[in-house]
């Protein structure tokens, strides 16, 4: 299956062309460390970029101060991750192995450079996407999370830092490896996060996490941009790629992970280009790398509450706590969500038990029991398909007598022929059981009643729009969807009855709810933005 950015240990070190070393030193300076020094400390905003001209640069461990990989860069190579594009934080402690001069350029004048030579923008992207890769897999970072298994708000930071591919260390407070029982005693054996070298997170929420690592940008009240883009889902993300590469300031507001519903699945295989298949939240990353490469930034977690239109006709939009922002055109990307149940017990053991994804992180709870997935949609059935490798055995639970009106043929084909999955048509679930944890669930079928013990539910039923914080500026249906086009008097096929507001993807009344149909009205929409601004563009002088 594809995943995001080559594998460092079979990508050959190319060093950089002559022409943009050249480059690089026009724009930067020289810098000398001593055998020893740090050269950038862990929590640093990554706004330098690190060219190494003599010497050797090695990650250090920050607890014990030794060397952490065996690998080290060294001359013709330079530091950085794929943080850099958007000033993220920077992960590793980095520390000059011995004597070394580099050359440091400021990061906006380098990503300046790399907007104008395609060349050494792609030898670099592709390198910080590799680092970024294989530092998730190893879980080299500064970020660790300590029994997501016991408490439900540690496990929502785990579940945001993996949906956003950034890099953590997971830990089980039940472990018995020297360095797990070290760190458990640290935080006294309470489910936690710790940041750095030790700073222990008081109440783990997405959005603290955020700001430490630096995703939460620094929002200026008073900012107006181009085009805000609310939703990170495979349709805000392509059109967050077209708006930065025809020139728009665009900013992307997501409420939960890049990926949108789509960041859910563990496996689309009928998207075009991917033979093998691919992750949602690979295939979004991708395109998230593609819009902060052409300066497009993305803001998370954060949520739009409201929104207001100004005199001169753009239009406020107000995020939680309550901070402002103002853009002159607005792209309602906001998806749907999975319904909840509405069954007792619900809420007490969401994230005990009871998931509304089915990534690597929920597969570990579906060990040595049987899993049930309710929903009768591709994402549902992927995730049966996935968690059947890890289960027990999964029951996938479907409302209606058959799934060829709702799954694709080739999913719902391997579904039925597949040993490891049961699926109950006609079948609802009707009970929880458990109190700190789900120990099973109430199956109800035409004819009976039953049992099932399971300590892993996945609920994807329905889709739910977000458009409250619309304010009633632009019209919807009765079930909350955008109304677009013809149905809102338009011509433009993802106008809606607001100037300066337009809805693509699964938000949008009447749309096909796959993510090829969301990635292409994502893209096809930025020309109507651009045409809209262009007519609006207030006059010079």
Same mark, same amino acid.
């Given at each position: 299956?594809? /995943?995001?950015? =080559?594998?460092?240990? /079979?990508?050959?070190?190319?060093?950089?062309?002559?022409?943009?070393?050249?480059?690089?030193?026009?724009?930067?300076?020289?810098?000398?460390?001593?055998?020893?020094?740090?050269?950038?400390?862990?929590?640093?905003?990554?706004?330098?970029?690190?060219?190494?001209?003599?010497?050797?640069?090695?990650?250090?461990?920050?607890?014990?101060?030794?060397?952490?990989?065996?690998?080290?860069?060294?001359?013709?190579?330079?530091?950085?991750?794929?943080?850099?594009?958007?000033?993220?934080?920077?992960?590793?402690?980095?520390?000059?192995?011995?004597?070394?001069?580099?050359?440091?350029?400021?990061?906006?004048?380098?990503?300046?450079?790399?907007?104008?030579?395609?060349?050494?923008?792609?030898?670099?992207?592709?390198?910080?996407?590799?680092?970024?890769?294989? =530092?998730?897999?190893?879980?080299?970072?500064? &970020?660790?999370?300590?029994?997501?298994?016991?408490?439900?708000?540690? =496990?929502? +930071?785990?579940?945001?830092?993996?949906?956003? !591919?950034?890099?953590?260390?997971?830990?089980?407070?039940?472990?018995?490896?020297?360095?797990?029982?070290?760190?458990?005693?640290?935080?006294?054996?309470?489910?936690? &996060?710790?940041?750095?070298?030790?700073?222990?997170?008081?109440?783990?929420?997405?959005?603290?996490?955020?700001?430490?690592?630096?995703?939460?940008?620094?929002?200026?009240?008073?900012? $107006?941009?181009?085009?805000?883009?609310?939703?990170?889902?495979?349709?805000?993300?392509?059109?967050?790629?077209?708006?930065?590469?025809?020139?728009?300031?665009?900013?992307?507001?997501?409420? /939960?992970?890049?990926?949108?519903?789509?960041? /859910?699945?563990? !496996?689309?295989?009928?998207?075009?280009?991917?033979?093998?298949?691919?992750? @949602?939240?690979?295939?979004?990353?991708?395109?998230?790398?593609?819009?902060?490469?052409?300066?497009?930034?993305?803001?998370?977690?954060?949520?739009?509450?409201?929104?207001?239109?100004?005199?001169?006709?753009?239009?406020?939009?107000?995020?939680?706590?309550?901070?402002?922002?103002?853009?002159?055109?607005?792209? +309602?990307?906001?998806?749907?969500?999975?319904?909840?149940?509405?069954?007792?017990?619900?809420?007490?053991?969401?994230?005990?038990?009871?998931?509304?994804?089915?990534?690597?992180?929920?597969?570990?709870?579906?060990?040595?029991?049987?899993? +049930?997935?309710?929903?009768? @949609?591709?994402?549902? @059935?992927?995730?049966?398909?996935?968690?059947?490798?890890?289960?027990?055995?999964?029951?996938?639970?479907?409302?209606?007598?058959?799934?060829?009106?709702?799954?694709?043929?080739?999913?719902?084909?391997?579904?039925?022929?597949?040993?490891?999955?049961?699926?109950?048509?006609?079948?609802?679930?009707?009970?929880?059981? @458990?109190?700190?944890?789900?120990?099973?669930?109430?199956?109800? $079928?035409?004819?009976?009643? !039953?049992?099932?013990?399971?300590?892993?539910?996945?609920?994807?039923?329905?889709?739910?729009?977000?458009?409250?914080?619309?304010?009633?500026?632009?019209?919807?249906?009765?079930?909350?969807?955008?109304?677009?086009?013809?149905?809102?008097?338009?011509?433009?096929?993802?106008?809606?009855?607001?100037?300066?507001?337009?809805?693509?993807?699964?938000?949008?009344?009447?749309?096909?709810?796959?993510?090829?149909?969301?990635?292409?009205?994502?893209? &096809?929409?930025?020309?109507?933005?651009? =045409?809209?601004?262009?007519?609006?563009?207030?006059?010079?002088?």
């Amino acid at each position: 299956m594809e /995943t995001l950015g =080559q594998d460092l240990e /079979t990508m050959r070190r190319v060093p950089l062309a002559p022409a943009h070393v050249d480059a690089i030193c026009d724009i930067g300076g020289e810098k000398f460390y001593p055998a020893g020094s740090i050269v950038m400390e862990i929590g640093e905003p990554m706004d330098r970029f690190v060219y190494i001209l003599e010497g050797e640069i090695e990650v250090v461990n920050p607890y014990t101060g030794d060397r952490l990989l065996k690998s080290a860069l060294g001359p013709t190579q330079f530091m950085g991750e794929i943080a850099f594009l958007n000033r993220g934080t920077n992960y590793l402690k980095m520390r000059a192995a011995r004597d070394t001069r580099v050359i440091e350029a400021p990061r906006e004048a380098m990503l300046e450079l790399m907007s104008r030579v395609p060349e050494l923008s792609d030898h670099l992207i592709t390198v910080f996407a590799a680092r970024r890769r294989k =530092q998730f897999e190893l879980g080299n970072a500064a &970020v660790k999370v300590i029994g997501a298994d016991r408490d439900p708000a540690v =496990q929502a +930071v785990e579940r945001f830092l993996s949906r956003n !591919r950034i890099p953590f260390q997971s830990y089980d407070l039940d472990g018995a490896d020297p360095e797990t029982v070290k760190v458990c005693t640290l935080i006294k054996h309470e489910p936690s &996060v710790i940041l750095g070298t030790g700073t222990r997170l008081e109440d783990p929420t997405p959005r603290k996490v955020a700001q430490y690592l630096g995703l939460d940008l620094d929002i200026c009240s008073r900012r $107006t941009y181009d085009l805000v883009i609310v939703g990170g889902g495979p349709a805000g993300v392509a059109a967050a790629v077209y708006a930065g590469s025809e020139g728009i300031e665009a900013l992307v507001i997501e409420d /939960t992970a890049v990926g949108g519903q789509a960041g /859910t699945s563990s !496996r689309i295989e009928n998207y075009m280009g991917f033979p093998t298949g691919i992750s @949602g939240t690979d295939l979004t990353w991708r395109g998230q790398v593609q819009a902060m490469k052409f300066g497009t930034r993305f803001v998370m977690p954060r949520r739009v509450e409201a929104m207001s239109r100004r005199e001169d006709g753009a239009y406020c939009i107000t995020l939680d706590d309550a901070d402002e922002l103002c853009a002159r055109a607005v792209l +309602v990307a906001t998806g749907v969500q999975y319904r909840r149940l509405p069954i007792d017990k619900l809420e007490e053991l969401e994230g005990a038990g009871i998931f509304y994804s089915a990534t690597e992180m929920e597969a570990r709870f579906c060990a040595k029991t049987e899993a +049930v997935v309710i929903g009768g @949609g591709n994402s549902a @059935g992927q995730a049966a398909m996935y968690l059947s490798r890890a289960a027990a055995h999964v029951h996938l639970v479907v409302r209606g007598g058959s799934l060829a009106a709702s799954m694709s043929s080739y999913l719902s084909q391997r579904l039925e022929a597949d040993p490891r999955v049961t699926i109950h048509y006609h079948s609802e679930v009707t009970a929880l059981h @458990g109190d700190t944890w789900l120990e099973g669930i109430t199956l109800k $079928t035409k004819d009976s009643e !039953r049992r099932i013990d399971s300590r892993a539910l996945f609920i994807m039923i329905g889709a739910a729009p977000n458009t409250d914080w619309l304010s009633g500026l632009a019209e919807t249906d009765a079930k909350g969807f955008v109304l677009t086009g013809a149905a809102a008097g338009k011509g433009d096929d993802y106008a809606t009855t607001a100037p300066g507001i337009f809805a693509v993807g699964d938000v949008r009344a009447g749309s096909v709810k796959r993510v090829a149909s969301a990635v292409g009205e994502g893209s &096809v929409v930025v020309s109507r933005i651009w =045409q809209y601004l262009e007519d609006t563009r207030p006059a010079e002088g």
